[in-house]
């Protein structure tokens, strides 16, 4: 009863701000999250993501999508915070999901990596993946987890909101606090 309360409130809480960096707002997970991610198929030639990779090993993961705007300006955010963490084990994977709109999703996706150039690995999602980080209903919406597989931030675009991605600054507080740099 304790659990069902303590997760009513992270949902109850999730509703009331647009971006969450405090742990307590972010929902417990009954498995680690982070490692679901492993071994899905690369986006058209992307980074892959092993069991190995990110093991043992602070994670961001984003879901996006190749017509989302907010979704390229993250993108330019997450390649600079590669770019200053490259040298520490920070991990970030983008997860693909509602791609399939029109005939165009190839043609779309290709442009997109073309303009954005992912410095991480980008991966394609499923409704599987979604549920398992908690039923992803909106993008972008990014998870940071610590070393051990813990929920420690979350960003998700809610509809209507004029914020619509994670700033650098969120992100690069969060991947500090990650990697136990704070």
Known sequence: MQSMSNRFLAIL???????????ADVPDFDHDAR??????TPVQGAKAVTIESISNKP????????WCPPCLEEFSHLNKLAQKYQATDLRIVAINVYET???NDEARMQKFLETTQPAFAAVTGS???REMFGGIDRI???YGFDRLGNPGYRFIHKR?????NATFDELDQAAR???GLN
Request: hydrophobic share 50%.
């Open 177 to 179: 606090k990650l990697l």
């Open 160 to 164: 209507g909101a004029q914020k619509t």
């Open 127 to 129: 409704e599987k993946i």
């Open 140 to 142: 972008p919406t990014v």
């Open 35 to 40: 490692l679901a991610v492993a071994n899905l």
């Open 101 to 103: 709109w029109d005939d």
């Open 59 to 66: 994670v961001l993961v984003t879901f996006f999508a190749s």
């Open 13 to 23: 809480l999730s509703l009331l701000v647009n971006c969450t960096t405090v742990s």
